[in-house]
């Protein structure tokens, strides 16, 4: 049976990163990717320079008739803009009761535009975070989650634990290039686990959020356990960063596709 995954997130005119990003890391995994669109971004390496959000009926209606039709195994939520739109597709997902959720709450792009409306915060937090089988928030994200600066490693995990207690069944708090050996903290409530990748020295970022939290959808869907589809997909964005591309005036993006050849 052919896994089967669901982007709820906004557009990338530069492809980079958003819906782009992550059907091309659904596709990359060998799952069959559906896109649910909740706003449009005029956007490029070096930035966004503008935003059209959908009407929240809109976003539920994609949602409704790709699972419906064709079902769903796996969802991956990134860009959502606003309050309307996050609780729409909270409501959504409860009332068709998708599993497998994988929220990565975008707040700021790499540009550092921001994503997420300021009165939308507590909307993700209340509504949606306690649908997800697991949130992917970065050190800034984390920070806006609970309150103040997250710095270091037992900093990280004290906020992992911090973010579970708000209700959330797991969470992948991401260190980056802020932490030794790019060593994330996952932690669902039992397990605390430090996870590390190979740094990898390169300018072109774009979409390295959108695409880890789509890679761990793509693995959920094809079945495998969190944390093992959580290190599936560093491992995959770790490979994808190798063969990042060199596109653009600004942050080019990570290659999606680094297992096949590229003609440049």
């Not at 956007?43 to 009926?57: F, K, L, M, W, Y």
């Not at 680094?258 to 003609?263: E, F, G, I, K």
Request: glycine share 10%.
């Amino acid at each position: 049976m052919l896994a089967k995954a669901l982007t709820i997130a906004g557009s990338d005119s530069g492809g980079g990163a958003g819906i782009q990003a992550d059907l091309k890391t659904f596709a990359a995994l060998n799952v069959y990717g559906m896109s649910a669109l909740t706003a449009i971004t005029a956007q490029n390496t070096c930035g966004v320079t503008a935003v059209q959000a959908i009407d929240p009926d809109v976003v539920e209606a994609q949602i409704r008739a790709v699972v419906s039709d064709i079902g769903v195994d796996a969802v991956k939520t990134g860009m959502l803009f606003s309050a309307p739109i996050i609780d729409g597709v909270a409501r959504t997902i409860r009332d068709l009761a998708l599993l497998n959720v994988v929220v990565d709450p975008v707040m700021v792009a790499t540009s550092g535009d921001r994503l997420l409306q300021p009165d939308a915060e507590q909307s993700l937090r209340t509504t949606l975070l306690p649908l997800a089988a697991v949130v992917t928030p970065n050190l800034d994200e984390t920070a806006v989650l609970v309150g103040h600066a997250v710095k270091g490693l037992d900093a990280m995990q004290a906020a992992a634990e911090a973010i579970v207690g708000m209700g959330v069944k797991a969470v992948l708090v991401k260190g980056g290039h802020a932490t030794e050996k790019a060593t994330d903290v996952f932690y669902d409530g039992t397990t605390m686990e430090l996870l590390t990748a190979e740094v990898v020295e390169t300018n072109n970022t774009h979409g390295t959020g959108c695409t880890l939290s789509s890679a761990i959808a793509a693995y959920l869907a094809r079945g495998l356990p969190l944390l093992d589809a959580v290190r599936q997909a560093k491992s995959y964005l770790t490979e994808a960063l190798k063969h990042s591309l060199d596109i653009g005036q600004g942050s080019g993006p990570v290659g999606h596709f680094w297992h096949v050849t590229y003609h440049l």
